[in-house]
């Protein structure tokens, strides 16, 4: 029953802004909560991650120009992206690791198309 649904992709110019937000339902407790993005023939990579103390990390690539947050008790995270580049062009992807027992199971949504054009 966990599901997570990814919203706010879309076409927007290079130096332009989105926002992408993420929605976990059936999820009880997670440790962190992060955005990976994906391009055709490449691995998926981290872009930033937070933890349910609200500690940040982030690609160097993104630095001071994401912020990633988070609504802990809605299972929510969500990605402000300013600046942006066509080198941010990629699908985006929520992430929750989820601890059932002495098992993590890695939930990720469907994910949204991010285009950015030059």
């Known amino acids: 029953q966990v599901q997570l649904v990814e919203s706010g992709g879309g076409l927007v110019r290079a130096g332009g802004s989105l926002r992408l937000s993420c929605a976990a339902s059936g999820i009880v407790n997670v440790n962190d909560m992060g955005w990976y993005r994906q391009v055709p023939g490449s691995q998926r990579e981290l872009v930033a991650i937070i933890t349910r103390s609200g500690e940040t990390n982030y690609a160097d690539s993104v630095k001071r120009r994401f912020t990633i947050s988070r609504e802990h008790f809605k299972n929510k995270v969500e990605l402000q992206m300013n600046s942006l580049k066509p080198e941010d062009t990629a699908v985006y992807y929520c992430?929750?690791?989820?601890?059932?027992?002495?098992?993590?199971?890695?939930?990720w949504g469907q994910g949204t198309q991010v285009t950015v054009s030059s």
């Open positions: 992430n929750a690791p989820v601890p059932t027992g002495l098992i993590i199971t890695d939930y």
